[in-house]
């Protein structure tokens, strides 16, 4: 029996030979590996990826990288079914399942976004679970509630927010919310920033938090905007938002500037907004012969 030197030295040989990782990345995720023991599953998993999937060594390489988890995965009873359950997605959905020699032969990701190969690498980029998930339930419970909003546009869903099939609570909450409490029309093509803002925050906390937003003058089509210029500046507490619009659109006035470049709102205000904007008014007041050595903030 192999000791757990052996084992890791082996899981640590598999990262760096076979998947070409350099070796303290490889012992960084070698210690998630520790159900590998021997170099049949990794190897199942790996052709499945090359001659199955289609993916280059690059893209195989990067799908390893960002979930290691997928090495140890089952092929026919994980990763087929799940790769069976979305490509039901764009083609009659009978909920039947197909054989095996058949879905081999399936050219799945190349098929998936009308052979566009890059979008469907992008989607596994964004979402790398999507290969190794276990729970079939939460996937095909999801993708039936997608399917159930005929105006909805899945594959663009699939695409931009592909973590939203992976919600373990029901996705119908998030479709009313952002229909009934932003009012977005599930056909326009503003519904999918609206399912990705609304999916990751409780209903009580986003509406207090657009309500601070919306309090300084933004609409929806603005914050939207805002949204895509920085994904993640909701996340910022109740109170940073507050702070930070008050000196950004109240005291300073970079309303527009702020819609392009939504980062500004993860500066820190006494270190680096403040002093900022002291120095260009500074310089403004001096063009204009106006100095006299007070400023408003």
Known sequence: MATAIDVKAFRLFRCVAAHSMPPVFATAIAKRLAGVNSPEKPDAVLHFLRSTAGLSPIQVRHVVRCCPCCLFSDVRATLLPKLQLLSSLFR???????????????????????????????????CPRLLAIDDDQVLRRNLDILRGHPDVDVPAIVYKAPFLLLKPDSLESVFLLAEKELGIDPSSKEFVDALHLCAPFPKEILL?????????????EQLFT?????????????????????????????????????WLLFFSLDSRLVPSARHQRFETLLMLNAYEGQLPY
Not at 105 to 121: E, P
Not at 208 to 220: A, E, H, V
Not at 228 to 244: A, D, G, V, W, Y
């Open 208 to 220: 207090r938090k657009l309500g601070i937003i919306r309090s300084y003058g933004f609409n929806n």
């Open 92 to 126: 009659p959905y009978d909920g039947s399942s197909e054989a095996l020699a058949d879905l081999l032969t399936i050219d799945f990701f190349r098929s998936l976004f009308g052979h566009k190969n890059s979008m469907v690498v992008s989607v596994f980029r964004r």
């Open 226 to 262: 805002m949204f895509r210029r920085s994904l993640i500046f909701l996340q910022l507490t109740e109170e940073h938002i507050r702070k930070k619009l008050d000196f950004l659109v109240g005291t300073v006035g970079l309303t527009k500037a702020l819609l392009g470049n939504t």
